[in-house]
């Protein structure tokens, strides 16, 4: 291995720069931390792997790598749908777990990466969800889309088109303010504590939902439960089976930009014993309207409880 020249120090530094923006849009391609880092790492190998004229050759070095970032992503994207199809219970993203000076900070402060809106992104096909993620949501032109997904201009647009249309349709709630989150995930937490279902389902947005995703290997609920009075009744429920609402406060996080939870796992006398997970919720009208239970071991690999 020979000495690091000039120009491949200067490709480095510039990796570097796109390092954030990249990691930005390889988690909202795959909804996965690890998958997202994967990604990156393999964009660097294949520019680094290209020789110095092909090097010379790229213009725009953000996009290029967007591109391949994009294409790589496509192809994780199109085999998760094969492993889902074998999924026990719902999926759920993986949390992106920051703090203080964290180098993700400004992935998470991007909209588009709150859990309830990577949880619609989820539902589009793969195809529609590279071209409407990059197009809307990094202004990547059409032109490049198509040559990502291997498919004319005309199908890239309709791809965009569509996953635009499905994600109107859903209607995820947005991102409020971080006092409104902090004043409505203190008042749910107090009245988790009371053990009240009445002062829980007063909390709870009329079309709340609570999602679990344990991939089948811990426990949570297998099935989304909707309604206030449900949803209110199962929390107070998993209340008291795990020793008491404290069990369930947990430690304050942001997850995904947004105030979550994180809970480590407990097994106090008593109570019955359960797996770390986070939580994430999201909020519309001053009220709960979507708590996500991340639970599967293997989307937690990266969480410091």
């Known amino acids: 291995m020979g000495p690091v020249t000039a120009a491949e120090q200067t490709l480095a530094v510039e990796f570097s720069e796109h390092r954030s923006h990249l990691i930005g849009v390889a988690y909202r391609l795959t909804s996965s ?7 990156v790492q393999e964009s660097w190998l294949r520019v680094t792997g290209l020789s110095a004229s092909a090097r010379a050759e790229i213009r725009d ?26 999924y026990v219970g719902p999926w759920l ?42 197009h809307d949501a990094f202004g990547v032109p059409f032109t490049d889309i ?5 498919v004319s201009v005309a199908a890239a ?33 107090t009245a988790l504590a009371s053990g009240d279902v009445n002062a829980v389902a007063r909390l709870l947005h009329p079309d709340v939902v609570a999602i679990g995703d344990g991939g089948g290997r811990v426990s949570t609920a297998l099935n989304v439960i909707s309604g206030a009075d449900k949803v209110a009744r199962f929390l107070v429920g998993l209340a008291r089976k795990y020793g008491g609402a404290r069990q369930l406060a947990g430690r304050e996080a942001l ?26 919720f999201a909020i519309r009208d001053g009220l709960v309207v979507a708590l996500y239970d991340v639970a ?8 410091d409880f």
């Open 33 to 39: 931390v690890a998958d997202a880092e994967d990604a």
């Open 255 to 280: 997850v995904n930009g947004d105030l979550g939870l994180l809970l480590p796992g407990s097994s106090g006398p008593g109570s019955t014993p359960r797996a770390p997970r986070v939580n994430a």
């Open 61 to 86: 070095l953000r996009a290029w790598l967007t591109t391949v970032v994009s294409r790589i992503c496509l192809d994780r994207l199109r085999s998760a749908v094969v492993q889902r199809e074998r």
């Open 146 to 150: 198509a040559g990502a997904l291997g």
């Open 93 to 134: 993203p993986e949390p992106l777990i920051t703090g203080p000076d964290d180098p993700l900070d400004a992935v998470v402060r991007d909209d588009g990466v709150r859990m309830a809106a990577l949880v619609v992104l989820d539902r589009l096909s793969p195809e529609q969800r590279v071209a409407f993620v990059l």
């Open 157 to 189: 647009r309709q791809h965009a088109s569509r996953g635009r249309r499905a994600a109107a349709a859903a209607d995820p709630p947005p991102r409020v303010a971080m006092s409104e989150q902090r004043d409505v995930l203190e008042r749910f937490l």
């Open 296 to 303: 599967n071991p293997d989307k937690l690999t990266g969480v």
